[in-house]
């Protein structure tokens, strides 16, 4: 079992940045896969940015140039790296992993874009 602890929303203004960290905690050796995914207000939820154990990203074409994964193998930590942010992409972001078994969602945290 995994456990996902997301952190860092927060209201910012539009052109803003925000950091946000998802640690993970458990059986952490198993992951081999993991991710940040966001879902606004009466929309599905939507796949922002992932990356793998060997260092793979990709990210979604509206974030593209704007938005960064990164991780920390020794703290077990991922990170989704927010910037020229714009109002739709406020929503409430999901941090993801997989150990290739089982998928693991943390419980959101709230990025809200406004002026």
């Given at each position: 079992?995994?456990?996902?602890?997301?952190?860092?929303?927060?209201?910012?203004?539009p052109?803003?940045?925000?950091?946000?960290?998802?640690?993970?905690?458990?059986?952490?050796?198993?992951?081999?896969?993991?991710?940040?995914?966001r879902?606004?207000?009466?929309k599905?939820?939507?796949?922002v940015?992932?990356?793998t154990?060997?260092?793979?990203?990709?990210?979604?074409?509206?974030?593209?140039?704007?938005?960064?994964?990164?991780?920390?193998?020794?703290?077990?930590t991922?990170?989704?790296?927010?910037?020229?942010?714009?109002?739709?992409?406020?929503?409430?972001?999901?941090?993801?992993?997989?150990?290739?078994?089982?998928?693991?969602?943390?419980?959101?945290?709230?990025?809200?874009?406004?002026?």
């Amino acid at each position: 079992q995994v456990q996902l602890v997301e952190s860092g929303g927060g209201l910012v203004q539009p052109g803003g940045s925000l950091r946000l960290s998802c640690a993970a905690s458990g059986s952490v050796h198993a992951i081999n896969f993991m991710g940040w995914f966001r879902q606004a207000p009466g929309k599905q939820r939507e796949v922002v940015a992932t990356i793998t154990t060997g260092g793979t990203t990709n990210y979604a074409d509206s974030v593209k140039g704007r938005f960064t994964i990164s991780r920390d193998s020794a703290k077990n930590t991922v990170y989704l790296q927010t910037n020229t942010l714009k109002f739709e992409d406020t929503a409430v972001y999901f941090c993801y992993a997989n150990d290739g078994l089982l998928e693991y969602w943390g419980q959101g945290t709230q990025v809200t874009v406004s002026s």
